[in-house]
């Protein structure tokens, strides 16, 4: 059974770095055919795509976030990370990995989410 | 930018009774790229509808989901009470990748 778990900080101060890990167990990283995702959700309000990387390294970002986040991939961990730069109160949210499995353009399989909070 | 928006913003309905959700986008949209999900509290977002119209696995068959261009429904036929949650609609498209509706809240009325 495919799962994911988010695992990072909890609290990071403004204008420092966010660093998120997703961890993925019942399957290879290196299995899929599709892009594994990030997502955030501010407490309270709804969705936002952060950015998409395959397991080559490959990855695609938000144009609002692209210059202040990058995805990788560690496929000898089975792992793929976030980091997104100089971190505002904005950037306090629930953050969720997740990977299509059934279609490439949605996601099936989601991690619990784990929340960030920026404050000094 | 493709938009999408959510209509309504809240409804309220009856357990037994049939919900209809909207999700709008600005641009026409190839339907294979439209996904529905349901979000209860505390928990991560459940893929319900996929390509516009086919059930995730193990998606209740009252859940249902049309559409074309740029008009989408999720329609809820009798709804149990664990169906009050919010529904998001995503899309896959140019720029950004992905883009997600602001989300209908459906309450018990």
Same mark, same amino acid.
Do not use: H
């Given at each position: 059974?495919?799962?994911?778990?988010?695992?990072?900080?909890?609290?990071?101060?403004? /204008?420092?770095? @966010?660093? @998120?890990?997703?961890?993925?167990?019942?399957?290879?990283?290196?299995?899929?055919?599709?892009?594994?995702?990030?997502?955030?959700?501010?407490?309270?309000?709804? @969705?936002?795509?952060?950015?998409?990387?395959?397991?080559?390294?490959? /990855?695609?970002?938000?144009?609002?976030?692209?210059?202040?986040?990058?995805?990788?991939?560690?496929?000898?961990?089975?792992?793929?990370?976030?980091?997104?730069?100089?971190?505002?109160?904005?950037?306090?949210?629930?953050?969720?990995?997740?990977?299509?499995?059934?279609?490439?353009? #949605?996601?099936? !399989?989601?991690?619990?989410?784990?929340?960030?909070?920026? #404050?000094? | 930018?493709?938009? +999408?928006?959510?209509?309504?913003?809240?409804?309220?309905?009856?357990?037994?009774?049939?919900?209809?959700?909207?999700?709008?986008?600005?641009?026409?949209?190839? /339907?294979?790229?439209?996904?529905?999900?349901?979000?209860?509290?505390?928990?991560?977002?459940? +893929? +319900?509808? !996929?390509?516009?119209?086919?059930?995730?696995?193990?998606?209740?068959?009252?859940?249902?989901?049309?559409?074309?261009?740029?008009?989408?429904?999720?329609?809820? #036929?009798? +709804?149990?009470?664990?169906?009050?949650?919010? !529904?998001?609609?995503? @899309? !896959?498209?140019?720029?950004?990748?992905?883009?997600?509706?602001?989300?209908?809240?459906?309450?018990?009325?």
């Amino acid at each position: 059974q495919l799962q994911l778990q988010e695992s990072g900080p909890g609290l990071v101060k403004p /204008s420092e770095t @966010l660093s @998120l890990t997703c961890t993925v167990s019942g399957d290879s990283i290196t299995s899929s055919t599709y892009y594994w995702v990030w997502i955030r959700q501010p407490p309270g309000k709804g @969705l936002e795509w952060i950015g998409n990387v395959y397991y080559s390294g490959s /990855s695609y970002y938000n144009p609002t976030l692209t210059s202040r986040v990058t995805i990788s991939v560690d496929t000898s961990k089975n792992q793929f990370s976030l980091k997104m730069t100089s971190v505002t109160a904005a950037d306090t949210a629930v953050y969720y990995c997740a990977r299509p499995v059934i279609s490439a353009w #949605s996601y099936d !399989y989601w991690g619990q989410g784990t929340l960030v909070t920026v #404050s000094s | 930018e493709i938009v +999408l928006t959510q209509s309504p913003g809240t409804l309220s309905l009856s357990p037994g009774e049939r919900a209809t959700l909207s999700c709008r986008t600005s641009q026409s949209v190839t /339907s294979s790229y439209l996904a529905w999900y349901q979000q209860k509290p505390g928990q991560a977002p459940r +893929l +319900l509808i !996929y390509g516009a119209s086919s059930r995730a696995i193990g998606i209740p068959d009252r859940f249902s989901g049309s559409g074309s261009g740029t008009d989408f429904t999720l329609t809820i #036929s009798r +709804l149990e009470p664990e169906d009050f949650a919010v !529904y998001y609609c995503q @899309l !896959y498209g140019s720029s950004p990748l992905i883009t997600f509706g602001q989300g209908t809240r459906l309450e018990i009325k």
